[in-house]
């Protein structure tokens, strides 16, 4: 897995490539983490359109930095697959909570 940033005005975006797999989905909470510190108002993305696997620590990963409000984007068919699933987990998840 390779998380490079890209900063700009408006947004940090971290950009990943490979395997969201159990040692890189934790290396991803501790960079989303450290992004958040120094956004200053700008929106944190993380791209996962060069992603080619995600486990289940991965999606478990994703879904609670969904909860904290950051954005994901996917290209492929696969990402964009995977992030519909886990946006609907993560909405049902949220309508569980508020019953």
């Known amino acids: 897995m390779k998380i490079s940033i ?4 408006s947004q940090c975006r971290l950009v990943l490539e490979g395997k969201l797999i159990a040692p890189w989905a934790t290396e991803l909470r ?3 983490a450290k992004a958040q510190v120094e ?26 930095l969904m ?20 946006a609907r987990q993560k909405r049902r998840n949220g309508q569980e909570a508020t019953k």
């Not at 904290?68 to 519909?84: A, D, Q, S």
Request: charged share 30%.
């Open 67 to 86: 909860n904290e409000g950051i954005k994901f984007r996917g290209g492929g068919v696969f990402t964009r697959h995977v992030l519909k699933q886990l």
């Open 39 to 64: 956004l200053q108002g700008r929106e944190l993305v993380v791209d996962m359109r060069n992603v080619t696997a995600v486990s289940q620590e991965g999606e478990n990963v994703v879904v609670e």
């Open 6 to 9: 890209i900063e700009s005005r």
């Open 30 to 32: 501790t960079e989303c």
